[in-house]
């Protein structure tokens, strides 16, 4: 599978692991009236720690924005706190781990990467805390409450099938990528003998962009190369190719049912209902909690 780039971006990272949080910075100084953003149940956000926050998101958010997600963070670290989560200095080493196999970058590139931010170990380490704190909280609260039924799935399954279905002039198609003939060879030998197209694709495939999962329709004249698309065409449905020799080594091609059955995808679908429903339930959580809470706005940023 492809790797990251190694000088992504240390926010790049953040979207894959994190729900709602953005980084802290404290402020140990006594604060006067004018330097406070915020005051939520009795908690401050500093204008200099906004301020700080729009610098690291480089203008891509404005400040009220900031401080609207920074508001929504603290209620929610305040809810964690009430009801006693807590977080494992293990549980924090584990999601960097996951953070760093994840991005397919080494553990010295991800501290330079989030050194290069400003931001220091403790910092991150901090904010990886946090991570982890709103996680559970939101899954003991919210997501606990959400469910999604097998008879939604199929609803939406049958009405959007023509969007699964290929279209004139498409096939769908599998396939396995490898260096030799040899090895194309011998992979067409397991699946005779009952292996797993998928599984192979997975294992032995210099390419898994294409796992099976995802649609895999192609049409004459794409981006495919022709020697491949020729094979391909001619194949019946179910077949597997030989072995077909291209610059960028030797495929084997399967093609597969034009309609993706209900099985296939039926997962993908009910992620999507699960991501779409909590994405909605957090955000009326939040607003919930905001209503309960004492807030208030003190400090109103000019647009940049």
Known sequence: MKKSNKNVNILTIFVVVVIAAIIIWGVS???????????????????????????????????NDILTLKINEMVLVQKANELNYNVEESEIQDEIDSLIETSGISKEELISNIE?????????????????????LLEGTVYSEIEVTEEEVLD???????????????????YILVE?????????????????????????????????EGYGFI???????????DT???LEIGDVSEPVETSKGF??????????????????IKDNFLESRKSVAV??????????????????????
């Open 180 to 212: 030799t003939k040899e090895e194309a060879e011998e992979i067409i030998k397991s699946l005779e003998e009952g292996a797993s197209f998928i599984e192979l694709k997975l294992t032995k495939s210099l390419d898994t962009s294409n796992l099976g």
């Open 116 to 136: 290069a931010q400003g931001i220091t170990t403790e910092e991150f380490e901090q904010d990886i805390h946090k991570q982890i704190l709103l996680q559970k």
């Open 283 to 304: 955000q009326d959580y939040v607003s919930s909690l905001k209503e309960q809470g004492n807030i208030e706005i003190l400090y109103e940023f000019e647009e940049e």
């Open 156 to 174: 939406y399954y049958n009405l959007n099938v023509e969007g699964v279905t290929a279209k004139e002039g498409e096939i769908r198609v599998r």
């Open 251 to 268: 495929y084997i091609i399967k093609r597969e049912e034009d309609v993706i059955s209900f099985q296939e995808i039926k997962n993908e």
């Open 29 to 63: 100084k006594e604060l006067s009236k004018n330097d406070i953003a915020a005051i939520v149940n009795g908690e401050e956000i500093a204008v200099e720690e906004i301020d700080k926050l729009y610098e690291l998101y480089q203008g891509k958010i404005s400040k």
């Open 232 to 234: 391909a065409f001619a």
């Open 219 to 229: 049409s004459k004249g794409g981006n495919m190369i022709p020697t491949f698309e």
